[in-house]
């Protein structure tokens, strides 16, 4: 029997109504009328908080509805604007006071979080959350859905800034950073306990704190380096408002704090991943990322730098955190990685790269843009000089690791000890501030754990024993905050703290010992420290291009000079008692760092035999601390 017009249209009817209520069948696509005033990535809330319009950039994609409390998790079929690209929907009735948990359902089988959320529900991890760290969190919908959900609020709480205007970002060349995991830093791994330890830091000296990455990423015990949500603070530390409370107590102490962001890869959890996957790997129409990653360092999957998804992606993934947070500067990890070249070993990875440069200048143009006031742009980039070269001379500051030559010099082996690096000039940079040296990092063996572990020896002077690779230590310190330009320290490198960097496996949490602030020794470090910095901070001189050196041997010295100064730092580095012969460049009286009255040298070449790890900073005119 042929079927009726009228039998057609009720087929019809209850197919669509089956497709409705089936969330696993693609919906209809209703008929886009254009995006809204308001929308922008993400959710955006309008009518005071009481409706919502929430996009999604999926080009592509044949349907996505939005699911979650708002709809019992029914989902609500979005409109596809006229290129495709993005997908919206308003949502209408909300609490503003009330957080909402959402997914997007795509092509009727895939479920995403928000890419733009600022804050996600992870039915895995969030249970191992402490609620002293992170009070009143909302628990997972669980029954309602799988996987990572987002969540959104259109009154959430405001923190009231206090210290907006009486900061002032130090100076670039006079800039002490202190690299901190938030995990490993305390006990209770929290903003809250850290933000305990300020006046610990503050007495230190430093003036910037720079933190591990803090945005969410997989697990709740990581460095941070497996990002998957950008805008969204990972609650194992605390909330938001607790991250931004940190950051004005900070600015109220005067010092800067600078995130660790990482835009080389994302990893899997990322919606942006998984919306374009297939093998096991980015497919080739991501809008994002590679296919495969470019270069020999890549871990995750490895973003296109070049398309324009992704440059969009990362302005307003920086964006955000300078305006949200008031946070004064990023440090880029592996940011090297930021190219389309094909390399498969260190050497052609860091080869000069002009592409490379071209879009590292095109990312710092639109931060200048955004705030043109000292913001701290620095890269972990080990490329090629004549590259980064370029680079510093568009202000951006670069990584210089001098972990390895500095720590042979602290252990006694002399032969590959020259940290002459440490200098910008030998980098070609025409500036000091560019240049940002450390003898450790997240990165890098702690130079304690191999002083004690395969330090030298000569008769009864043995660097393998603690309070002599403590001053060992010291003396390395005096040379490197002699040295002009912007410094980091590692967290506890003040200390001396002697735990490997592969103990409970190199990522792994690390034991947290500030009962070292009690042993007389270290502590005499830590003070030993405080009076660099405050020397490197108090006296004009630590800038001064007009710097002379000898770092190869085993007697080492700096000189520097200026207008109204020298200062001569000369210290032994073997283990034995060695001639020291310096130039000081004029006879007279002289001062000792740290004592008030002159010595006066008959001629002007300091000659002395200097025990082994004896050390001196010597200045023509007195020196502030």
């Not at 002009?354 to 701290?376: G, L, M, Q, T, V």
């Amino acid at each position: 029997m042929k079927p009726t017009l009228f039998m057609v249209l009720i087929l019809s009817v209850l197919a669509l109504a089956c497709k409705k209520n089936n969330p696993g069948t693609d919906p209809v696509t209703p008929v886009d009328t254009g995006l809204p005033s308001g929308a922008k990535d993400g959710a955006a809330f309008i009518n005071n908080g009481k409706s919502a319009i929430v996009t999604l950039y999926a080009p592509l994609k044949k349907s996505v509805s939005l699911t979650g409390d708002f709809n019992n998790w029914q989902g609500t079929a979005m409109k596809n604007t006229a290129d495709g690209n993005t997908w919206w929907v308003q949502i209408d009735g909300l609490d503003p006071n009330v957080e909402y948990a959402y997914q997007f359902l795509v092509d009727g089988t895939l479920k995403v979080a928000d890419p733009y959320c600022q804050k996600v529900l992870d039915p895995d991890n969030d249970t191992y959350i402490d609620s002293k760290t992170y009070p009143g969190l909302r628990t997972y919908p669980a029954g309602k859905t799988t996987g990572i959900v987002s969540v959104m609020q259109g009154n959430p709480p405001v923190y009231t800034w206090k210290n907006t205007t009486t900061f002032t970002r130090p100076a670039k060349d006079n800039l002490v950073v202190y690299e901190l995991l938030v995990r490993d830093f305390t006990a209770d791994h929290n903003y809250a306990s850290t933000l305990q330890k300020l006046d610990y830091l503050a007495s230190l000296g430093i003036n910037a704190i720079e933190l591990m990455p803090v945005n969410e990423f997989e697990g709740n015990l990581s460095w941070g380096y497996n990002p998957s949500f950008y805008f969204a603070p990972d609650k194992y530390y605390g909330t938001k408002t607790a991250l931004q409370n940190f950051i004005d107590e900070c600015h109220g102490r005067g010092i800067a704090v600078i995130l660790d962001m990482v835009l080389n890869h994302s990893f899997g959890q990322s919606p942006m991943v998984q919306l374009y996957f297939e093998n096991g790997k980015p497919a080739a129409n991501s809008p994002w990322f590679n296919v495969d990653p470019t270069h020999p360092y890549n871990v995750g999957f490895d973003f296109n730098h070049e398309k324009a998804a992704t440059k969009t992606f990362v302005k307003n993934v920086v964006k955000f955190w300078m305006q949200e947070y008031k946070i004064d500067g990023f440090r880029f990890d592996l940011s090297k990685g930021f190219t389309q070249k094909i390399s498969t070993d260190d050497a052609s990875f860091s080869a000069y790269d002009a592409s490379r440069i071209a879009i590292w200048k095109e990312y710092n143009n639109y931060i200048k843009s955004i705030d043109p006031n000292n913001f701290y742009v620095i890269l972990e980039h080990f490329a090629d000089a004549s590259e980064e070269t370029v680079l510093a001379g568009e202000g951006m500051m670069l990584w210089n690791n001098l972990n390895y030559n500095v720590n042979e010099a602290t252990m006694g082996w002399l032969g590959n000890s020259d940290f002459s690096w440490a200098f910008f000039a030998k980098h070609g940079f025409a500036k000091s501030e560019n240049l940002v040296n450390f003898m450790e990092s997240h990165d890098e063996e702690r130079t304690m754990f191999k002083n004690i572990s395969y330090g030298n020896a000569s008769g009864g002077y043995n660097v393998q024993d603690l309070g002599t690779a403590l001053k060992r230590e010291e003396m390395a310190a005096a040379f490197l905050f002699s040295v002009p330009g912007p410094k980091m320290i590692w967290q506890f490198e003040e200390l001396g703290y002697d735990v490997s960097i592969d103990f409970n496996g190199r990522t792994g949490n690390k034991p947290i010992h500030w009962e070292y602030t009690d042993d007389p020794k270290r502590k005499a470090l830590y003070n030993a420290y405080a009076a660099f910095i405050q020397m490197k901070k108090k006296n004009s001189i630590f800038s001064s291009p007009n710097a002379s050196y000898n770092l190869s041997g085993a007697v080492k010295y700096i000189k520097l000079t200026d207008a109204t100064n020298t200062v001569v730092v000369v210290g032994n580095f073997d283990v034995v008692a060695q001639a020291a012969s310096v130039n000081m460049g004029t006879s007279g009286n002289w001062y000792e760092s740290g004592n008030s009255s002159p010595v006066n040298f008959s001629s002007s070449t300091y000659t002395k035999t200097l025990a082994p790890g004896e050390y001196h900073i010597f200045s023509k005119s007195a020196l502030s601390n």
